[in-house]
T-cell receptor
Framework: AQSVTQLGSHVSVSEGALVLLRCNYSSSVPPYLFWYVQYPNQGLQLLLKYTTGATLVKGINGFEAEFKKSETSFHLTKPSAHMSDAAEYFCAVSERGNQGGKLIFGQGTELSVKP | DTGVSQNPRHKITKRGQNVTFRCDPISEHNRLYWYRQTLGQGPEFLTYFQNEAQLEKSRLLSDRFSAERPKGSFSTLEIQRTEQGDSAMYLC????????????FGPGTRLTVT
């Protein structure tokens, strides 16, 4: 069965610093990959996704992620953190070839941004 | 495009009572998903519909849970004889039919069972 591991349940950075949130998946066939953000008491919003093509994908709010097949990773980065980036971030996968498209989520990483 | 809506946003109920949640997907989205999210965890898949057909159910969906999408539009999720372990955020998402379009999530219904 597929699984997603997010290293670090809490990450704290200073405003203006690099944001790096880690995500690894376990699957013999590379899945479709997603990053979602969740603000308190809200639903999830898609930041970016990788399905095919270029392995470096750019998303909203200055975030980007790189798919590395050899490392089974899809880490999320942002060059300069902003206070408004403080939120919970979820990495998710969807099995390639599964017509249903259900998402399997990691446990989440809470990002704090210090002034 | 008004987004995915869910009602109610919050529900407090006593153990043993039945509750029903509603999800209205984005119009013309064929697929509708239900997920459950407990505190400090990522969402877990419960079930999904393509139009009115329920095509997959998770083992998490015990026999106390039932979901419907009678006309292929809105969906309801009912929990019978609620237990304290059912306390969670219940999220609904929708997407057009096809492979791996992004799922659009609603704001969720937070259930507290006392």
């Amino acid at each position: 069965a597929q699984s997603v591991t997010q290293l670090g349940s809490h990450v704290s950075v200073s405003e203006g610093a690099l944001v790096l949130l880690r995500c690894n998946y376990s699957s013999s066939v590379p899945p479709y990959l997603f990053w979602y953000v969740q603000y308190p008491n809200q639903g999830l919003q898609l930041l970016l996704k990788y399905t095919t093509g270029a392995t470096l994908v750019k998303g909203i709010n200055g975030f980007e992620a790189e798919f590395k097949k050899s490392e089974t990773s899809f880490h999320l980065t942002k060059p300069s953190a902003h206070m408004s980036d403080a939120a919970e971030y979820f990495c998710a996968v969807s099995e390639r070839g599964n017509q249903g498209g259900k998402l399997i989520f990691g446990q989440g990483t809470e990002l704090s941004v210090k002034p | 495009d008004t987004g995915v809506s869910q009602n109610p946003r919050h529900k407090i109920t006593k153990r043993g009572q039945n509750v029903t949640f509603r999800c209205d997907p984005i119009s013309e989205h064929n697929r509708l998903y239900w997920y459950r999210q407990t505190l400090g965890q990522g969402p877990e898949f419960l079930t999904y519909f393509q139009n009115e057909a329920q095509l997959e159910k998770s083992r998490l969906l015990s026999d106390r849970f039932s979901a419907e999408r009678p006309k292929g539009s809105f969906s309801t999720l009912e929990i019978q004889r609620t237990e304290q372990g059912d306390s969670a955020m219940y999220l609904c998402a929708s997407t057009p039919a096809g492979i791996n379009y992004e799922q659009y999530f609603g704001p969720g219904t937070r259930l507290t069972v006392t």
